[in-house]
């Protein structure tokens, strides 16, 4: 059990960033925001960060990530 802590990735946000984290097969896509000052840690084989939303949500999509529909938007 130990050991999986040596396999984590972590990314510590200076300011607003965003990220994607994937496994090997990319058969499971994390992507999100991270606000200021907060940090991220997993355990996903590959983690990639961001500061520009364009090109987090292009290279997102180009893995295969599918992003949620904004209820907010069709309300």
């Given at each position: 059990?130990?050991?999986?802590?040596?396999?984590?990735?972590k990314?510590?946000?200076?300011?607003?960033?965003?990220?994607?984290?994937?496994n090997?097969?990319?058969?499971?896509?994390?992507?999100?925001?991270?606000?200021?000052?907060n940090?991220?840690?997993?355990?996903?084989?590959?983690?990639?960060?961001?500061?520009?939303?364009?090109?987090?949500?292009?290279?997102?999509?180009?893995?295969?990530?599918?992003?949620?529909?904004?209820?907010?938007?069709?309300?």
């Open positions: 059990m130990m050991e999986a802590w040596y396999k984590m990735k990314i510590i946000a200076d300011k607003k960033m965003y990220y994607i984290a994937y090997e097969d990319k058969s499971i896509i994390h992507a999100g925001e991270i606000p200021e000052g940090q991220l840690v997993t355990a996903m084989t590959e983690l990639e960060e961001f500061y520009d939303k364009t090109d987090w949500k292009a290279r997102a999509e180009e893995l295969g990530y599918v992003f949620p529909v904004d209820e907010e938007v069709l309300t």
